[in-house]
């Protein structure tokens, strides 16, 4: 998505949320400009713009019945989150399923709920 704050400027963010799983978006954004630094201090009711969303997305039935991995470090698991939400909520429409992610340290990982409920389940493979 494009996301604009009104006098200050514009950022694209990805969807991190999975597709029919909320009736909200979900965005991970990490404070690193103009933009994202005032979207750390928003507060609920300030307004913002949104285009899109953008990108080419996720051809689900493209790789169905074929083994996915994901491989994603850091910041780079937002957007494969909504795919791995997806593809581990119709987990028979897929072949194996395996997640590698990692960070620098431990305090760049993202997620970490999602990351201990990945890690438990037998039905994927996550390192």
């Known amino acids: 998505m494009e996301v604009s704050v009104f006098g200050v400027g514009e950022a694209p963010i990805s969807i991190c949320s999975g597709p029919g799983?909320?009736?909200?978006?979900?965005?991970?954004?990490r404070a690193a400009g103009d933009v994202t630094n005032w979207l750390h201090?928003?507060?609920?009711g300030d307004a913002i713009g949104l285009?899109?969303?953008?990108?080419?997305?996720?051809?689900?039935?493209?790789?169905a019945g074929m083994d996915v991995l994901f491989v994603a470090g850091g910041l780079g698991l937002?957007?494969?989150?909504?795919?791995?939400?997806?593809?581990?909520?119709?987990?028979?429409?897929?072949?194996?399923?395996?997640?590698?992610?990692?960070?620098?340290?431990?305090?760049?990982?993202?997620?970490?709920?999602?990351l201990k409920v990945w890690a438990k389940r037998e039905d994927a493979s996550f390192n």
Do not use: H, W
């Open 78 to 114: 937002a957007p494969c989150r909504s795919f791995i939400q997806a593809a581990l909520a119709d987990r028979k429409k897929f072949g194996r399923v395996t997640i590698l992610y990692g960070g620098r340290t431990p305090k760049e990982l993202l997620f970490a709920d999602d």
């Open 21 to 29: 799983q909320r009736d909200d978006l979900e965005m991970c954004i």
């Open 41 to 44: 201090k928003a507060e609920v």
């Open 51 to 63: 285009r899109g969303p953008y990108g080419n997305g996720f051809d689900m039935d493209r790789v």
